[in-house]
């Protein structure tokens, strides 16, 4: 009796599905990146921000005059979503890698789905919950203005503090990703150690935000970080772009 040994017939179809499935990711994260960072320059443009904003009583009447406050969040927030998707992506495709890189992509890759939770969080408290609290407080009698204020001001601290934690797991998703990229392969070294050294000014900056909250000092220890991870960001959506034109 002879035994015959059969192939899977629907082999090829699931390997071409896998393979256009992972261009077509790829090439939705390259372009989420340039959109994502153009929302949120947009945003920030609209965002009122004339008043010092560790002065809550001064950016509390700023905010309260504000029309577009909780629009201006809503779309703070779709951009971070859009990055976090190309991170994800990013994670996904240095995942496969062997050894040490591949380790540090899964973790990067973890951490930007927390990055994306975080940042959701952060905004309804800062979008929706702080702008009803500071609209009661430009509204309440003298009476109840003081008591307004307070209640205020503690959702102002919650916005703080994670504004902080965000600042820190959006560090350790940029240092993770990026040292995955500089000791792996398929990606630019250089872009990797971009993406590493970014990652860590995220870390201290979120340290100092925790402590300082939004503060001068924060904002200048933020400042390069953010220009190196939006090099990090575009050089990864324009490597991410050819590759899908190769992913198998």
Not at 16 to 25: A, G, K
Not at 178 to 206: C, E
Request: charged fraction near 10%.
């Amino acid at each position: 009796m002879s035994t015959k040994i059969h192939s899977a017939p629907n082999m090829p179809a699931v390997v071409m599905d896998r393979s256009t499935s992972d261009r077509s990711l790829l090439r939705i994260a390259a372009v989420a990146v340039p959109v994502g960072i153009v929302l949120e320059i947009g945003m920030e443009a609209l965002h009122p921000s004339k008043a010092d904003p560790n002065d809550s009583a001064a950016a509390f009447q700023e905010y309260a005059a504000s029309n577009i406050w909780t629009m201006v969040h809503i779309g703070q927030f779709f951009a971070a979503l859009l990055v976090a998707l190309a991170l994800v992506t990013l994670a996904r495709s240095l995942a496969r890698q062997s050894g040490v890189a591949g380790a540090l992509a899964v973790i990067g890759g973890v951490t930007a789905i927390l990055v994306a939770a975080i940042f959701a969080v952060q905004m309804a408290v800062d979008g929706v919950a702080l702008k009803a609290t500071v609209d009661t407080w430009a509204s309440a009698s003298q009476a109840d203005k003081a008591s307004a204020y307070e209640v205020a001001e503690g959702i102002r601290a919650l916005e703080k503090g994670l504004s902080g934690f965000f600042h820190l797991v959006n560090g350790t998703t940029l240092l993770t990703l990026g040292l995955a990229i500089a000791f792996g392969r398929g990606y630019p070294r250089w872009l990797g150690w971009v993406g590493a050294v970014s990652g860590l000014g995220f870390l201290v900056g979120g340290v100092v935000t925790a402590y300082t909250g939004f503060s001068s000092l924060a904002g200048t220890v933020l400042l390069g970080p953010t220009v190196l991870s939006a090099i990090f960001l575009l050089g990864s959506a324009v490597c991410m772009w050819r590759r899908s034109s190769t992913a198998r």
